[in-house]
C-alpha cells in the first residue's frame, strides 16, 4: 500500500482544487482477455496511474495526488482496510494541501464502503466514491466517465459540508441512501424511495437536495475499534433457527434480520430472535425488499420482542451501523433505537 505523508502537491501552485484520488480496485480497474469481455474479467488489475491517463480533461479540472490503497475486487472487503482507508483519507484531508477525496472502489460493496465512511470521516471538504460496472478493457467502458464525474464533483465546491457522496452514471448518491439495483446494467445504483441528490454531467454539477441526517464532523463514531462481531440472517418461507443458534453460540453481539415486506419475520425465526434479544444479542429488524422502511413496532412488536428497527437503511447498512454502534459501547435497546432513528 502506497500512504505517503505528504502528497506531492505544491499548496497554492495553481488555482484548481487538489484532489486526492485514492484507489482500491474494483471493476473500474477490471482487466478481460477482450474488449467485448464485460463478465469474464479481473477486478483491481490497473493502477491508479493507468485509470487517470484514460481521462481526458481531468487536469483542467483539478490538481490530482494519487495513491493506490489497495486492489481488491470489493466482494473482499475487509476490516482492516475500511479502517486503512478512512485513517488515509482523514489524515489527507486534515491537512490543508488537499481539498477533497475521490475513491475508485468496486460496485458490489461500495454502498458498504460509502456508509461506513460516511459515518467515520472527520471533515467537511468532500468524498466521493465512484466505480464502474464495465472492466477498464471494455467497449464502452463506463469508469473514466465515472471518474470524471468524480472529480468534478469534487472539485465543484458544492460538494462539501454533504457528507460522504456516490458519482455513478451521471447521478449524485448519498452514501447512507444508494445502493446497487442491478448486477449488469450501467445504470447500476439507485437511492430507493428518496432519490439522487442531483447531477454531474459534462463538468456541470446541480444538487438538487441535502441528506438531512447527522455524518461525518456530525457523527460520534470511532473507526479505530475493535469490530464486533454482527451478522445477517434472511426470513424467507420454511426458514429454521439454525443460523440464529450457531451465530449465538459463536459468540455474535449482534444479529440484522433481513425481513419479509416491512420487515416482518417468520415465527420460527422471530421467536429464536426474541431469545437471543434477551440474552443481550442485539437484533435489529430490516427489510429483504430493496426499498420502503421498517416502521418500529410495525410489522413486529419490537419492544416487547427486544427488536430495533432499521428504518430505511437496508440490511447491509443497517450492520455497518450496528456494528459502529456496539463498538462505540452503546448496548441497551433503547439507546440502540435512537441510534438508528438519528443515522
Ligand atoms: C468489485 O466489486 O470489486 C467487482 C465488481 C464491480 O466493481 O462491479
Not at 446494467?185 to 430507493?192: H, I, K, N
Not at 441528506?211 to 429454521?240: C, K, M
Not at 444479542?281 to 426499498?291: F, I, L
Request: hydrophobic share 50%; charged share 15%; aromatic share 4%.
Amino acid at each position: 500500500m502506497n500512504t505517503p505523508t505528504s502528497p506531492q502537491i505544491a499548496p497554492g501552485a495553481q488555482a484548481l482544487p487538489r484532489v486526492a484520488v485514492l484507489a482500491t480496485g474494483g471493476t473500474i480497474a477490471g482487466s478481460a482477455p477482450d474488449a467485448a469481455n464485460t463478465a469474464g474479467y479481473q477486478a483491481g488489475v490497473i493502477g491508479v496511474a493507468q485509470l487517470l491517463a484514460a481521462v481526458p480533461g481531468l487536469d483542467a479540472l483539478a490538481q490530482i495526488h494519487a495513491e493506490q490503497v489497495a486492489s481488491v475486487d470489493s466482494k473482499d472487503m475487509s476490516f482492516a482496510l475500511w479502517s486503512a482507508l478512512v485513517q488515509r483519507v482523514n489524515e489527507l484531508l486534515a491537512g490543508d494541501d488537499i481539498d477533497a477525496v475521490v475513491i475508485t472502489h468496486g460496485t458490489d460493496t461500495l454502498e458498504e464502503t460509502a456508509y461506513f465512511l460516511h459515518l467515520t470521516v472527520k471533515s467537511r471538504k468532500p468524498v466521493i466514491l465512484t466505480a464502474a460496472m464495465r472492466p477498464a478493457s471494455a467497449l464502452s467502458a463506463d469508469g473514466p466517465l465515472n471518474l470524471l464525474n468524480a472529480v468534478a464533483l469534487a472539485a465543484s465546491g458544492q460538494a462539501a459540508g454533504q457528507g460522504v457522496l456516490v458519482a455513478f452514471n451521471n447521478r449524485i448518491h448519498c452514501a447512507r441512501d444508494v445502493t446497487k439495483i442491478s448486477t449488469y446494467a450501467v445504470d447500476a445504483f439507485q437511492s430507493p424511495e428518496i432519490g439522487a441528490l442531483g447531477w454531474v454531467q459534462d463538468g456541470r454539477v446541480e444538487f438538487q437536495r441535502r441528506a438531512l441526517r447527522p455524518h461525518t464532523v456530525d457523527a460520534s463514531f470511532n473507526a479505530d475499534v475493535q469490530w464486533p462481531q454482527v451478522e445477517i440472517v434472511t426470513s424467507y418461507a420454511g426458514v429454521s433457527r439454525i443460523a440464529v443458534d450457531a451465530l449465538v453460540s459463536a459468540g455474535v453481539r449482534g444479529i440484522v434480520v433481513a425481513g419479509t415486506g416491512n420487515g416482518s419475520i417468520h415465527i420460527t425465526l422471530q421467536q429464536a430472535l426474541a431469545e437471543v434479544a434477551a440474552r443481550g444479542v442485539a437484533v435489529v429488524r430490516a427489510s429483504r425488499v430493496g426499498s420502503g422502511h421498517v416502521m418500529h413496532n410495525g410489522a413486529a412488536k419490537d419492544d416487547a420482542l427486544g427488536f430495533v428497527s432499521a428504518g430505511t437503511l437496508n440490511p447491509y447498512k443497517a450492520r455497518v451501523l450496528l456494528m459502529l454502534a456496539l463498538a462505540a459501547g452503546t448496548n441497551e435497546k433503547a439507546a440502540l433505537q435512537r441510534v438508528f432513528d438519528t443515522y
